[in-house]
């Protein structure tokens, strides 16, 4: 039954995802901005042939290869520690629904479509998408999960 919400939350993401890139794309010029929350939150039609920041530019190719690698060792640890852990279970089914979000994109456009930008103390964040954040949540989920086991580990050490 984990599993099934695990997947599901993996589709849901990719659904989400999708939907908000049709309406970007559907309803805004690229470059075209809407100010949400004056200073702070904006909705910018951006596309991005590269990766996280820009990088790696046109690199599609490589994409399509370390997403494919990503995608079977996350659905093969989603499956060996998802099913005794939540922990474990909801990270990987964000990483894998962003993974799968910005995917579809490099298959049909060449291109991710972002949208989502974040001015943090006059810094102007990467412009991002519904993809990007849940694979940033499930890292940094993983993260925790991973230090708090450590914590634990060092202090049954040394018990």
Do not use: C
């Not at 989400?16 to 075209?32: H, R, S």
């Not at 690698?69 to 659905?75: D, G, R, T, Y």
């Not at 520690?81 to 909801?90: A, E, L, Q």
């Amino acid at each position: 039954m984990k599993m099934l919400l695990y997947y599901g939350l993996s589709f849901l993401i990719i659904v989400i995802d999708q939907i908000t890139k049709f309406l970007v794309v559907q309803n805004m010029d690229i470059a075209e901005s809407r100010e949400i929350i004056p200073d702070f939150f904006y909705l910018t039609s951006h596309r991005n042939s590269g990766a996280a920041f820009g990088i790696l530019q046109g690199q599609m190719w490589l994409f399509y290869i370390v997403t494919v690698i990503v995608v079977i060792a996350i659905v093969y640890h989603l499956h060996k520690y998802g099913r005794d852990s939540k922990w474990y279970g909801i990270p990987l089914a964000l990483i894998l629904g962003g993974a799968i979000g910005n995917f579809i994109d490099r298959l049909l456009f060449g291109e991710v479509v972002d949208f989502f930008n974040v001015y943090i103390f006059n810094y102007n964040y990467p412009i991002f998408n519904i993809a990007d954040s849940a694979l940033v949540v499930g890292v940094i989920l993983l993260i925790i999960k991973m230090a708090a086991l450590e914590w634990q580990e060092k202090r049954k050490n040394k018990a």
